[in-house]
């Protein structure tokens, strides 16, 4: 009876967390604000390994995160940290400057990846009340989503009037040393918006000029295995195969094999916009 019950309560959460993230996609205007937490058997173990209770899973253009027991949220100057524990009340913690134009934020391996307009700042978690810096992989002002895997964080630097720059491209930086992060590889893009990563797999939303999947196994060469380019993307969240895309339109999904190379269209949930 007690299995039958824990088992229940699972699934009872997984389905919560599954609706709270339709919801939060369903609600944005345009924006990205998407962060699915998952527990400590979730596919991001970088800090279920330090026994954090979860962490969150969100698009390269979200602007809030969870690790564990906080939340993490960036305005366009500043990291705001809460403490969620109890989460009928939550309690602001501290605020920590990040200078102008910042815009989004990706956990990997205890540390947050925050893009800004005019560079990549990085920020260690050893004290999660009082994130600190690291270190600045600066470039040109550019919006400037972020995600990170292994030694390699992944940049789309996009022009137009919004984001100050005529760049369109995708930026491969070196982390591997994690006090100098130095550029690796430039690829030009279209007009890329978010960005995903799995594996072999890099999928990149290129706004109205679709989604594009890559093959990185190669970083000198990348590959690009399917273009989808009758849809609108704005980013994604690659999730235990299953892709999860926000476009203009609605919440589209996909499924998709790295090993393989394919990727394949499930469904899309239309949204109305008031």
């Known amino acids: 009876m007690i299995n039958d019950m824990m088992k229940n309560k699972k699934i009872l959460t997984s389905i919560y967390k599954f609706i709270v993230l339709i919801l939060i996609i369903i609600s944005c205007e345009g924006s990205s604000d998407v962060v699915l937490n998952v527990g400590s058997s979730g596919v991001n173990s970088d800090f279920s390994s330090n026994g954090e209770s979860g962490t969150g899973i969100g698009g390269s253009m979200a602007r809030f995160t969870i690790v564990g027991d906080y939340l993490y949220t960036v305005d366009s100057w500043d990291l705001n940290i809460f403490d969620i524990s109890d989460q009928i009340n939550p309690e602001f913690k501290s605020k920590v400057g990040l200078g102008w134009g910042v815009e989004t934020i990706f956990p990997y391996d205890n540390r947050l990846f925050i893009g800004a307009q005019n560079g990549m700042h990085i920020y260690d978690l050893e004290n999660k009340v009082e994130p600190d810096w690291i270190s600045t992989y600066e470039h040109i002002t550019s919006c400037d989503p972020v995600v990170v895997q292994g030694d390699f964080a992944f940049v ?40 995903g990563i799995d594996g072999d797999c890099l999928f990149i939303t290129e706004g109205e000029y679709g989604l594009k999947m890559y093959d990185i196994s190669n970083l000198n060469e990348i590959e690009l295995t399917e273009h989808f380019k009758d849809i609108s993307s704005i980013d994604v969240i690659p999730f235990m195969g299953i892709l999860m895309m926000i476009g203009n339109d609605g919440f589209h999904q996909y499924s998709y094999d790295c090993d393989l190379g394919e990727i394949d269209y499930i469904s899309t949930i239309p949204i109305n916009r008031l």
Not at 165 to 180: G, P, Y
Request: charged share 20%; net charge negative; with cysteine.
């Open 156 to 195: 789309t630097l996009r022009g137009g009037t919004e984001c100050q720059s005529f760049n369109n491209q995708l930026d491969i930086i070196d982390i591997s040393k994690i006090s100098e992060p130095t550029l690796f590889k430039t690829y030009s893009m279209i007009n890329p918006h978010g960005l």
